[in-house]
């Protein structure tokens, strides 16, 4: 069993200041990789550049949605959790939040084999 020394680690707080301070992260190179793909992709890939933007808008939505809208912090094994990103504090029920995860997840996968 696990003991609760009653750190700020162990607090669903670090981990939702976490994800936020890597939203930062995320967005800079999400940015910078989307400039690659629409304006370095040499001439002779040119074919794939529609396949390449939709995947990386579908992934970047996603990694969006997960640590800054959301982030969800789950109790594994069992399938229970709670949601503590913004979408909390604007008031979106959990049902909606996790509406919202399962289409943005199947849309990365639709973005995989576009």
């Excluded at 696990?2 to 995320?26: A, D, P, Q, R």
């Excluded at 040499?42 to 969006?64: G, Y």
């Amino acid at each position: 069993m696990c003991e609760y020394f009653n750190t700020f680690i162990e607090t669903e707080n670090f981990y939702s200041y976490t994800l936020h301070i890597l939203t930062f992260f995320e967005i800079l190179i999400n940015s910078f990789v989307a400039f690659c793909i629409l304006f370095k992709t040499p001439k002779n890939m040119i074919s794939v550049i529609p396949s390449m933007i939709i995947l990386h808008f579908t992934s970047t939505i996603l990694d969006l949605y997960l640590s800054l809208l959301t982030c969800p912090f789950i109790f594994l094994p069992y399938a229970a959790g709670y949601p503590l990103g913004l979408f909390k504090y604007l008031g979106v029920p959990t049902s909606i939040q996790v509406y919202f995860g399962v289409t943005f997840i199947g849309d990365t996968f639709l973005g995989i084999f576009w």
